[in-house]
Nanobody, 126 residues
């Protein structure tokens, strides 16, 4: 079993920054992909960014490219999402997730991820 715990959410004004953390525990993660998703009220959960644990391949949604950076610390079993130039439309609950199925590419659909954290709220005011 894999446990994911997010932290770092909060409220910030537009243009500000936040850093989300995801601490992972349980099975070895060497071949996993770790992703960040978000869900705004009344909207479907959407892909934000992901990183392959081994090798560091990354993928970003177009809406956050150039503003968000995903990274991982293998020694700490943690994944991070540095969010800069935040916009009100970034307001959502952000979830950390793990995809345990190896693929040659990074998958983006929520139903392809096997483990989820509880979520952390990010609110960006204008």
């Amino acid at each position: 079993q894999v446990q994911l715990v997010e932290s770092g959410g909060g409220s910030v004004q537009a243009g500000g920054s936040l850093r989300l953390s995801c601490a992972a525990s349980g099975r070895p993660f060497s071949y996993y992909v770790m992703g960040w998703f978000r869900q705004a009220p009344g909207k479907e959960r959407e892909f934000v960014a992901a990183i392959r644990w081994s090798g560091g391949m990354t993928l970003y949604a177009d809406s956050v490219k150039g503003r968000f950076t995903i990274s991982r610390d293998n020694a700490k079993n943690s994944v991070y999402l540095q969010m800069s130039s935040l916009k009100p439309e970034d307001t959502a609950v952000y979830y950390c997730a793990a995809d345990r199925v190896y693929a040659s590419f990074i998958r983006r659909r929520p139903n392809e991820y096997d483990y989820w954290g509880q979520g952390t709220q990010v609110t960006v005011s204008s």
